[in-house]
């Protein structure tokens, strides 16, 4: 099972992340980590017409976590913020396409959860200035 | 039996009915017993056995099940008495672990007492179980913290013991062991400044008590803290160790049944200790459960127990650092515990981990609830090897094994 997990696109991605680095004149740039293992993500993402128009990502961390942020840069290309938003565990899993083990779905999910919450915090800061 | 004799560890895992399991097709190799042991027949039949002929609730009812549960729940309690020296049993307050015993003297003992410019030292590689109670002490009194540093081997800088343990330091609360590093502190040199300053002394024993002789009177200490679940008790159970006077100068944490000795309407007196301090039902399975662990243990002798680890934890260490890149934090096994933690180069610890419990063995990664001790060695997390009395160089050689199958995973 475990072993299936770390299937050679995997370990590609992990290797040779998609995306990678930041962006000079991103809307959102933002950052977090899991505080159960320091796995650590940072996202650089900009928006045209309420869509991800482009994005980037840094991190370090485990196979499984850093994969899943490259596979995401490309899944959620062209998405808008409210299909983002929407995305949920099934989701991520259906890309990775692998076994994860019920331990390691916070692995999994931590790009997600990051650009998640990037995005919040744009939203919340739009309102505010309105 | 020959005292001299080496603990049968081959013989010693037939007792422990787990670990005839297998995971994902493979024999169990269980080295994660820094985190918990694994429970013998004789445990699992002691709480068993409990249920099914003593239940009931204890120091309330006259009836031959509440006596009989209460017998046995206070000869638990003479056990784990014994099995660290301690004055007397009256001296052993139940808690569900480590973590519970500390918050109490956290909040029975230092809350009422420290005030602003108190110091309570600790050290750079504490659990977060003996760094968080304090850091609520500190908040709420003014007290601050003083971590004795260590050096880059592991160690603790002694040298810096007399500007850190000082006139204003009331408390010193110190690991007993590592978690994370296995180093065993050298306690004595600790108390003897602690006492030289009119300080109290904590130990915190969670990797301590289940692994080495621990006797309170010869350390002088005024506080031991451990876990009944790494010592092959039950979860939810674990102790309080006080000297009986401060354990009766102490505010009760918790209020409520069996802890008063009488109750109106506008307020309430309290009962000596320990009851003073286990209000409500206690975990009196788990703490039948933790004095069946502790019979255990003595019969196979906590002195060869030691010795068991020692000679694993050489074993293990020399085949670890044979590991080609392998980095392994801590001091040379002489000084320390059945604990290794490490990293591969190429491979994240949650990685190995994930592909090691693949072939069979369980170890742990991650921070080990020390976040500190991991921004002091500049790394988010470690994988961690740890091991008790069932463990055989065979497990050592499994897990060697394993290491290099997870290499090649990464490393085709």
Redesign the interface.
Known sequence: MSAEMYKEYILQHYRRPRNHGTLEDADIIHEDDNPLCGDRVRVAVKIEDDRIADIRFQGKGCAISQASASIMTDKVKGKTLDEVKAIDTEEVLGWLRIPVSPMRVKCAMLGVKVLQAGIHQLEREQAESN | MDAQAALDARRIKEDFPILARHV?GKPLVYLDNAATSQKPESVIRAIDNYYRMHNSNVHRSVHLLAEESSVAYEEARAKVARFVNARRSEEIVFTKGTTEAINLVARGWAMPRLQPGDEIVVTEIEHHSNLVPWHMVAKATGARLRPIPFDHQGLPQMDKLPEIINPRTRLVAVTHASNVLGTVMPVAEIVAAAKAQGALVLLDGAQSVPHLPVDVQALDIDFLAFSGHKMLGPTASGALWARYELLEEMEPVDGGGSMIRRVTLTESTYMDPPARFEAGTPPIAQAIGLGAAVDYLTSLGMDKVARHEQELTRLAYERLAAVEGITLYGPPPEHRVGVISFNLPEV????LA??V??EGVAIR???HCCMPL?DKLGV??TARASFYIYNTPEDVDALINALQAARK??RP
Not at chain 2, 348 to 351: A, E, F, L, M, T
Request: net charge negative.
């Open positions: 994902h994240h610890p949650h990685d994930s592909l419990d693949q990664a991650g921070h991991h988010a997390a995973v990464f």
